[in-house]
């Protein structure tokens, strides 16, 4: 296969010459022979005519001339048809080739688009990620159990402890007792609406109450499931 054209079809002209020489020296030999023949008879039976005149030329001669000439033309007319078939292969084969660059071309392009979106994506999640981390109000994400599954320091800083000892305690004990049917109020705001907002005191590890604005909204998946939900602390108790 040579530029996607089949070797067969490349090499049909000079196999159809090879085809028209090897015709010519089986059959010249066999010409001759038969010309030699009747020139023979001609001048033995008149010396004083010419050699080769047309009742001299025997049947066996014509028939093998005539074999020649179709042989020949015969070569001829499929070399000419093997021609047309390689000239359009060579064609669609150009078409091809541009087609394939053309799809490498778009390759290129769409892999370098991905590689945009992908930085981009990265670095905006990088960006929010920094953000949440160094923002002054608490951010809590929550399951559907009510299981804190993540927090920014300054949710933890807000009632002065650290990650470590908020899970060893159990913060059912910080609420007020006068807040302590916040978890129900916020569930049952969560699931009607999906936007719950409420005031709500903590105790401080220092021993006095802190007073937050929380505001939590519900986390749905692409199936519109309520997965858990976002919770935004802020301290207010200097406004109190």
């Not at 008149?46 to 047309?54: E, H, Q, R, Y």
């Not at 933890?156 to 470590?164: A, E, H, P, R």
């Not at 807040?179 to 709500?200: I, N, P, Q, V």
Request: without cysteine.
């Amino acid at each position: 296969m040579k530029g996607g054209i089949p070797q067969a079809f490349v090499s049909w002209s000079s196999l159809s010459r090879k085809m028209l020489l090897q015709a010519l020296l089986l059959l010249l030999p066999a010409v001759f022979k038969a010309s030699g023949e009747t020139a023979f008879k001609s001048v033995a039976s008149d010396i004083g005519s010419p050699v080769f005149t047309a009742g001299a030329v025997s049947p066996t001669f014509l028939i093998l001339l005539g074999s020649l000439l179709v042989i020949t033309f015969v070569i001829l007319f499929f070399s000419g048809k093997l021609r047309i078939a390689n000239r359009e292969l060579r064609n669609r084969n150009r078409q091809i080739e541009e087609i394939n660059n053309n799809l490498e071309k778009s390759n290129r392009e769409l892999a370098l688009q991905k590689d945009a979106i992908t930085k981009e994506y990265s670095d905006s999640e990088k960006f929010y990620s920094m953000l949440i981390q160094s923002a002054d109000d608490g951010v809590s994400f929550y399951d559907r159990d009510w299981n804190l599954k993540f927090a920014n320091p300054a949710f933890f800083s807000l009632i002065g402890l650290d990650q470590k000892e908020y899970f060893s305690i159990d913060t059912h004990n910080l609420i007020h007792e006068d807040d302590r049917d916040y978890g129900k109020r916020r569930m049952e705001a969560l699931t009607e609406g999906g936007f719950f907002e409420s005031e709500l005191r903590l105790k401080h590890s220092a021993g006095h109450f802190i007073t937050l604005l929380t505001r939590s909204v519900a986390v749905k998946n692409d199936n519109n499931e309520v997965i858990g939900s976002l919770t935004i602390s802020r301290d207010i108790t200097g406004f109190k």
